[in-house]
Nanobody, 121 residues
Framework: QVQLVESGGGLVQPGGSLRLSCVASGSIFSVNTMGWYRQVPGKQRELVAL???????NYADSVKGRFTISRDNAKNTVYLQMNSLKPEDTAVYFC???????????????WGQGTQVTVSS
């Protein structure tokens, strides 16, 4: 099995910054796309940012220019640097990765348990 563990969430004032980290471990043959989603109560989970193994990125319009996604392929780790945070960024942030656990070139999407980010004065 593949496990994802997030860290770095917390409480921050508007305009502040946080850096989220997520490590994928377990039975991993290879990892393709990694990314972050977020969810607030009563709403659907939404894409924040994705990054491929080659470094191509995709961002939600609401975070472009403020958030930066990056990864360390050797460590199966993805990061999300969040700057200029706004109260509307408050959510539970979930890490994802598309991993091949057995070397059969068949990828599955795995999810972390989520980390709370609260932006409030």
């Amino acid at each position: 099995q593949v496990q994802l563990v997030e860290s770095g969430g917390g409480l921050v004032q508007p305009g502040g910054s946080l850096r989220l980290s997520c490590v994928a471990s377990g039975s991993i043959f290879s990892v393709n796309t990694m990314g972050w989603y977020r969810q607030v109560p009563g709403k659907q989970r939404e894409l924040v940012a994705l990054i491929t193994s080659g470094g191509s990125t995709n961002y939600a319009d609401s975070v472009k220019g403020r958030f930066t996604i990056s990864r360390d392929n050797a460590k199966n780790t993805v990061y999300l640097q969040m700057n200029s945070l706004k109260p509307e960024d408050t959510a539970v942030y979930f890490c994802t990765c598309d991993a091949d656990p057995a070397g059969w070139s068949k990828f599955f999407r795995y999810w972390g348990q989520g980390t709370q980010v609260t932006v409030s004065s």
